[in-house]
C-alpha cells in the first residue's frame, strides 16, 4: 500500500485542488500519512502569489529533499500547484532532486502519476501543461481537510481580469465558471453531511456564469441581469432555498461586477451571510488606473453606498495594497481617509510585492521597500484603531455564531482562517449553531456569555 504525504500551501482554491488530490489517492487505494517522514511519496502543493509565498514554497520543497537525504530514505517527492504551474520551464533543472512537476491539470491523475515513479527508473518527470483548463464538479472525489463545520466550493476557476500587480491569470488561466447545477448539488451533499458554512471561491466569484454569457459584458451600474444566463444572484437564490440552517459566505468578490440585483438577491436571502469579501486594493483614481482596477473610487465610494443601504447589518471585508510603483504621499493619504470614513468591518493590508511576469513589474516609479514597509504598518496601526472600535460598539449585541472548537467561536462577520473570533462558553456544542451576547472585546477577538 502506497502512502502518500501532502505539503499544502497557499490559498484555499489551492487547499481544493489538495483536496481534489487526496479524493483521487484514496479512490486508487493510496493511503495519506498526517508524517511526511513516513510517506513513500510527498507531494507538496505550492503558492506562487507574491515573492513571500514563493519563499515559503521553495523552503517547503528544499526542506523534503533535505529530510529525505538525512534519513536516507527511498522517497518520491512531487511539486503540485502555483509554483510548479508558473516556472514549469525553469524548475525541472533548478530543482533535480524533485521527482515530478504537475501543473493544476494534472491534480485528478495524480494516482497514476506516482505509480509511474514507484515503477520507473527515476528519470524526473515534468508532466505540467501550460493554460490549465480544468474546475472540479460536485462529483469530483474529494477528500475535505477543512474542520466538519465548514467547506469552501470552488464555483469558478481562473480569472479574466488584467490588475498590472498580478500574476494569477497567467497561472490559473482564463475564468471558467462551474455551472449552477453542479454548484447547488455539491452544497446539498454538504449540507445533508452537517457542514455549517458554505464559502463560495474563486478569483472573481462575482463574474460567476458571466464568461458563457454571449459576449456581451454586464453594465455593472444597471446590473446584471439573470435572463443573459447563469449568474451569481440566481446562484444564490438556489442555494438560500437549500433545506437546513447554514451559512453561505461570499469570498473574492470584484468590485466591478457588482449589480444592484445581486445586492438585493442578498438582502432577500437569510442563508446568505451579512458578508461581502471585496478586496478594493486602493481608492485613488491615478493607483487604480494604473492598477489596472476596472474602477475609479467615486464608483468605488457609490458601490459601497449601495451595499450598506441595500443590506443592513453587512460587513464588508477588504484589502489594500500599500506601495504601488508611482504612489505619492497624497495617494496615500487619500487611503487612510477612505479607510477611516468606510470604517470596513474587516480589512488588510498588502505591501506592493514586485512580480516578474505581471505588467507592473517593468513601469517606473518603484518605491523604496522603507517607503512601502512604513506605509504598510501606518495602514495596519489604523485598521487596528478601527478594529477596537468596531468591536467596542459589538458589546451588549445579540448574536449567532457558529463554535468552531471548545470556547471558540465565529460571528456571521468572520470568515474562517482570515478574520477573528469570539470567545464563548465552553459547554457550547461544537460544530452548531448558538446565540450569544457580546459582553467585551480583546484586539481583534470579541468575548461573549450566553
Ligand atoms: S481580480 Fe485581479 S487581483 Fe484578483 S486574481 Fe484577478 S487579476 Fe488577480
Redesign the pocket.
Known sequence: MIKVGLVSLGCAKNLIDSEVMVGHLQQAGMVMTPEPELADVLIVNTCSFIDMAKKESIAAIHGAVDDREESGRRQKIIVAGCLSQRFGKELPGLMPEVDAFIGLDQITEVAPIIRGLMEGEGAQANLVTEKPQYIPDYDTPRFRLTPKTFAYVKIAEG?????S?????KI?GRHRSRTEDSVVREVEQLVKAGTREINLIS??TTYFGMDKWDGQRPNPRSGVDSARGESLASLLRKLNAIEGDFWVRLL?T?PAHWSDELIETIAECPKIARYIDM?L?HISDRMLKIMR?ETDGAYIRDLIKRIRAGIPDIAIRTTFIVGFPGETAEDFEELLDFMRDVRFERAGVFEYSKEEGTRAYGIDGHLHHMTRKSRWHKAMALLQELAEDINQNQVGKRMKVLVEEPGIARTEWDAPDIDSSVVVDRKLPVGDFAEVTIKDWRGYDLVAAR
Open positions: 480569472c479574466n481580469h488584467p490588475c500587480f498580478c500574476i494569477i491569470p490559473r478569483q472573481d473574492y470584484h478586496p486594493q482596477r
